[in-house]
């Protein structure tokens, strides 16, 4: 498998909406980004606020530019607050250090893009992200207790 | 109601500098933003200092970038630095978390625009962007005692 | 009609993709924003190269930013291109003067949102974006021969 | 007389969206600055497109910026594009090369602001802007035959 389809996408983002609605949540926004951290699809539910697309895309962005979830950059932040400032900058601020980013697996553990959820506490929008990742059939890395 | 209009940008601004006056505040600015973070109205008075504008539309626009106060986003500041900062740097340097910004609702609870005061404490521009609202006729969360 | 709807905008990117599959045009990208400008939806074709996004927000977001389509803008950076390239400065870098762009109007003329379409030439762009619009029911301004 | 007052601003507001009544118009949005380009007060008229704000703002400031009006700079940008440009890039975007901002000055010829107005024609902009000015007993620079 080359890189996530919009096929593959549209799969995920119904899946984060599925699970969404299942757990009563707030409106939602997700993105969904190849491995090169392109733009594949996004969608906010209504009643979203203005900065969505910006947490949203910060959360996978910064998931797939350090290798780690984004609940990893947020812990990273209370130990090292400056390093990931120096990521944001770094960036031009599109990194957004908080939980609801994950990487995108295949079987092989390759890398194929990220998810990034945002709209209800960092948490939640995790728990849509993984059930968006798992509707494609995907992977992410396993999600510590959140 | 579509839109906050020209008509209850002004009755809004004349709110806030009533309010203000009662209080014996020093000088405000006041921005009106509509749904979309698009500048309506704004006024400064006499003797403001010069980054006003930026503050105000700051804390107006952060509120309806995330969908609560800018109060909210104060305090979100002081547990999560780095993560309000990934939010300042996302949005160019529009987000400014201190209180004084409010979102406006219609009585469906509907986003209409936010308000954001600058010029006394945050407290009380607080209050001043609240009698804003009221004075409109439309609504504002509750904000919690200051 | 309070505001454009996830639903409506999902109504024209099909909308979109249906024409494009139609003429058999290159893969394509398509924003819609809501009249504030903030993104609503976002999908790109398979194979789509990298600024796609970029492009296609560029002549939806130029499109409310001046109240045009973005092919009046494309004819103005003709006749004024220092004048254009202080809008693209002023707004970051989000104005694309290229057809492609089009406004969203209800049955009162009221701007809803834009629609911005891009990956083949700027006329089959704009065609699509037409198209997409037109499956939702709603209104753009009537476009000149391309 | 130091500077233009928050009352003088808002009476050049009153004229110039009365001369755009009498003119019948289309909706138009109009900045006041002081003569450090600070922003004193703005008003977007309702159906007014998104980037009137930075539209009104750089004709105003880019008059301050070089003590000429408006107008004059979008002459300068045909003569000397690169030149303009430079400017456009000197201020971060903050001067827009077309006519409808004026300097605003008191007898002694000494400049107290700009005023800066955008939504119909450049020139009928101007128009406004002059007739703003001179509502509030001040007095700007001969305009040149529209």
Same mark, same amino acid.
């Given at each position: 498998?080359?890189?996530?389809?919009?096929?593959?996408?549209?799969?995920?983002?119904?899946?984060?909406?599925?699970?969404?609605?299942?757990?009563? *949540?707030?409106?939602?926004?997700?993105? =969904?980004?190849?491995?090169?951290?392109? /733009?594949? #699809?996004?969608?906010?539910?209504?009643?979203?606020?203005?900065?969505?697309?910006?947490?949203?895309?910060?959360?996978?962005?910064?998931? /797939?530019?350090?290798? =780690?979830?984004?609940?990893?950059?947020?812990?990273?932040?209370?130990?090292?607050?400056?390093?990931?400032?120096? /990521?944001?900058?770094?960036?031009?601020?599109?990194?957004?250090?908080?939980?609801?980013?994950? *990487?995108?697996?295949? #079987?092989?553990?390759?890398? *194929?893009?990220?998810?990034?959820?945002?709209?209800?506490?960092?948490?939640?929008?995790?728990?849509?992200?993984?059930?968006?990742?798992?509707?494609?059939?995907?992977?992410?890395?396993?999600?510590?207790?959140?």
């Amino acid at each position: 498998m080359d890189s996530l389809s919009l096929d593959q996408a549209r799969t995920m983002l119904r899946g984060v909406f599925a699970k969404s609605a299942e757990l009563q *949540l707030k409106p939602l926004a997700c993105v =969904v980004l190849d491995a090169g951290g392109i /733009l594949i #699809a996004y969608e906010r539910q209504d009643g979203s606020s203005n900065l969505r697309f910006e947490i949203a895309r910060g959360k996978a962005y910064g998931a /797939l530019g350090v290798g =780690v979830s984004s609940r990893a950059i947020a812990t990273m932040a209370n130990e090292r607050p400056v390093f990931v400032q120096s /990521l944001i900058d770094a960036s031009n601020g599109r990194v957004v250090p908080a939980a609801g980013g994950l *990487l995108v697996r295949d #079987a092989s553990g390759r890398v *194929l893009g990220a998810v990034g959820v945002t709209g209800d506490t960092s948490d939640n929008d995790e728990r849509c992200a993984a059930a968006g990742i798992e509707a494609a059939g995907l992977l992410t890395d396993p999600v510590p207790n959140a």
